[in-house]
C-alpha cells in the first residue's frame, strides 16, 4: 500500500520533516518535525511546526505517532510542542539510551535527568508493528550515524533519517560519540535490501552543485548512483572515504543545543528558581 507522504522543508537547518498518513482512514504520524531556535536570543518559535498543524488540521487527520529517527545535532525536535496539541505519543529507537548516557556525562547533568528514556513516550524495537490505520508502521534499527537511529517502514515508504543522502550527497557522518562507519555500511545494506521501488526519504539535503534541494529517492537509485554506497562499494573503502571525510567536518551549529534538548524528547531542563530554562555550553568538552 502507498501511504501519503508530505514533505516540510525547514531551510535553516536543511532537514525535512514529514507527515505519512492513511489518507483514508485520516490516520497519520509525524516524523522528525523541527521547533525553530534563535541561538542568539535563545528564544524558540513554531514557525516549522505550525506548517505540519495546518496541513494535518487542513487534512483533517488524526496524529497517532510522533517519531524521532534518532537524537538530532542540528535541529532542535518539536515533538512536545506537537504532543501538547494532538497528545500523541513521542517514540524513539531504544538505544537512544546509549546517548543519552553519552552526553548525560558530556553536559554533566544531575540525577535528574536519569538516561533511561523515560522522557519519550515509547521506545521502540525492530520487529515492532505500529498501526497506522490500514497501514502499518515498522521500525528497522540502521544505527552507524548514532548507536539510536531507526528507519521508519510505512507501506512501500521508508524514513531513513540521515542513515542515506540523496545519490549525489553520500551518506550520515560517524563521528559523533557511538557513530561508526562500519556499523553505518552494514545499515545501509539492509536498506538496499529492500524493494528496488521502495521510495526512501531523507532527512536533509543540501543541494549539491547547485541543483534544486530533494528528499526523495529509491532504492534503486541509491543502489545505482550513490557516491559513497552504490552496489559494489567494499566495506573497507567505505569505512576509509567516510573516516576521511568526517575528519574535515566541522560540528553543526546548533549541536550544543540540539543535544541537550533532543535527549529530553525537545522538554526543556527543569527551570531554575527564577522560572527560567538554562542550557550548558561545555568548555573544551566535545
Not at 10 to 25: C, G
Amino acid at each position: 500500500m502507498k501511504p501519503l507522504v508530505k514533505g516540510f522543508f525547514h531551510e535553516v537547518s536543511r532537514t525535512i520533516a514529514y507527515v505519512v498518513a492513511d489518507e483514508e482512514k485520516g490516520r497519520a504520524a509525524v516524523i522528525d518535525p523541527v521547533l525553530d531556535y534563535d541561538r542568539g536570543s535563545g528564544r524558540t518559535s513554531t514557525v516549522a511546526a505550525d506548517a505540519l498543524v495546518a496541513f494535518v488540521t487542513e487534512r483533517r487527520f488524526t496524529v497517532d505517532w510522533i517519531l524521532e529517527t534518532h537524537a538530532h545535532a542540528d535541529h532542535v525536535t518539536a515533538a512536545q510542542y506537537l504532543k501538547d496539541k494532538w497528545h500523541a505519543p513521542v517514540a524513539i529507537g531504544r538505544d537512544v539510551v546509549k546517548v543519552q548516557s553519552t552526553f548525560k556525562a558530556v553536559y554533566n547533568l544531575g540525577p535528574e535527568f536519569r538516561a533511561d528514556g523515560s522522557e519519550f513516550d515509547r521506545l521502540l524495537v525492530e520487529g515492532e508493528s505500529l498501526p497506522l490505520g490500514r497501514l502499518r508502521l515498522e521500525p528497522m534499527a540502521t544505527p552507524g550515524h548514532t548507536p539510536a537511529c531507526m528507519t521508519y517502514l510505512v507501506g512501500d515508504a521508508a524514513f531513513v533519517g540521515d542513515t542515506l543522502f540523496m545519490p549525489d550527497y553520500g551518506s550520515a557522518r560517524t563521528d559523533f560519540p557511538g557513530g561508526d562507519a562500519a556499523t553505518l555500511y552494514d545499515s545501509v545494506q539492509r536498506i538496499l535490501a529492500l524493494p528496488l521501488k521502495t521510495r526512501l526519504f531523507l532527512c536533509h539535503d543540501y543541494a549539491p552543485n547547485g541543483r534544486a534541494y530533494a528528499w526523495e529517492s529509491t532504492v534503486a537509485d541509491e543502489r545505482a548512483h550513490n557516491i559513497h554506497l552504490k552496489t559494489g562499494t567494499p566495506r573497507e573503502a567505505f569505512v576509509k572515504l567516510r573516516r576521511e571525510r568526517d575528519a574535515a567536518l566541522e560540528f553543526p551549529d546548533l549541536l550544543v543545543v540540539a543535544l541537550q534538548l533532543n535527549i529530553r524528547a525537545g522538554r526543556l531542563p527543569p527551570a531554575e528558581t527564577n522560572g527560567v530554562s538554562y542550557l550548558k555550553i561545555p568548555i573544551n568538552g566535545l
